[in-house]
């Protein structure tokens, strides 16, 4: 993969994760999300942790993959794992320079921020790597079902599933356009903070006219196919829960029950 980022990319495969029913999947996805910021000690960060290392492993694919994915986000991580590590004020304090300053509770903010964010996108993206966008859209809309007398339940996922579809599109658009710039003699590591934002101008007016042309053929493409809605609308694919869905939520309600139990 030439972009790093891999959020919305479907890797084919026949793990037990890839087989998993799409619906087993997003579920499990937003029970960690939400209980990972219930974790607050090192015992409860080491039982998430298991538990993801647990996944990444059943997804058969190389955790290089997944590390690749940190990358884009790295920036942001070191950014908000510092402000934890150096404006920590309480505790025992190691070192200390001005308004600057390391306790031992500022080291365990900072790596349980970092365990944070690791954690939060190795969950996102074991979901977009081992389902495919089309089962995405139709776990989301079997899930919202409950909600559609209140919300058009199928065209959100729709369009979740379609901006989910089209990010690593756009990222690779974004990689010829700053291809063909770099072949004119832009370069975009050099010079002051203004003019390596002006530089992107370049990229940003391109990447908008390419992005809101594919809106518009799809939408041709859409209405040329006489597409209404989801209303009285029929499955071709239809997902099938198994066993191993069932087990899989359990053991994680049991892994989010410790959690409960463990933390501070």
């Known amino acids: 993969m030439k972009n790093k980022f891999i959020m919305g990319r479907y890797l084919n495969g026949d793990s037990l994760v890839h087989r998993m029913d799409p619906r087993a999947k997003l579920i499990i996805m937003f029970i960690l999300l939400i209980f990972i910021f219930f974790a607050n000690n090192g015992l409860t960060y080491g039982i998430l942790g298991l538990l993801v290392v647990a996944f990444v492993w059943l997804t058969g694919i190389s955790l290089k993959i997944f590390l690749k994915g940190l990358k884009p986000m790295i920036l942001l991580i070191l950014i908000t794992v510092a402000l934890q590590l150096f404006f920590t004020r309480t505790g025992e304090v190691y070192w200390q320079w001005g308004f600057l300053a390391i306790t031992d509770e500022g080291l365990w903010n900072a790596l349980f921020i970092f365990l944070r964010f690791v954690y939060i996108i190795f969950i996102s993206t ?17 899930l919202m079902k409950p909600l559609k007398n209140v919300l058009p339940v199928h065209e959100i996922a729709l ?4 901006a989910l579809r089209f990010v690593p599109t756009l990222l690779e658009e974004t990689d010829k356009i700053m291809d063909a710039q770099w072949a004119r003699g832009v370069d975009f590591s050099e010079g002051s903070l203004m ?8 990229i940003l007016v391109p990447l908008f006219v390419s992005a809101f042309d594919r809106a518009y053929d799809l939408s041709i493409a859409m209405e040329a196919r006489g597409y209404q809605g989801g209303e ?21 309600a049991c892994v989010c029950l410790a959690i409960l139990i463990f933390r501070s």
């Open 195 to 202: 003019s390596r934002i002006k530089a992107i101008i370049p």
């Open 159 to 162: 369009m979740l599933s379609i």
């Open 126 to 142: 074991i979901l977009t790597l081992t389902t495919k966008p089309l089962d995405i859209t139709d776990g989301l809309e079997s």
């Open 232 to 252: 009285g609308r029929s499955k071709y694919r239809l997902l099938h829960w198994h066993k191993r869905d069932t087990m899989a939520i359990g053991l994680v």
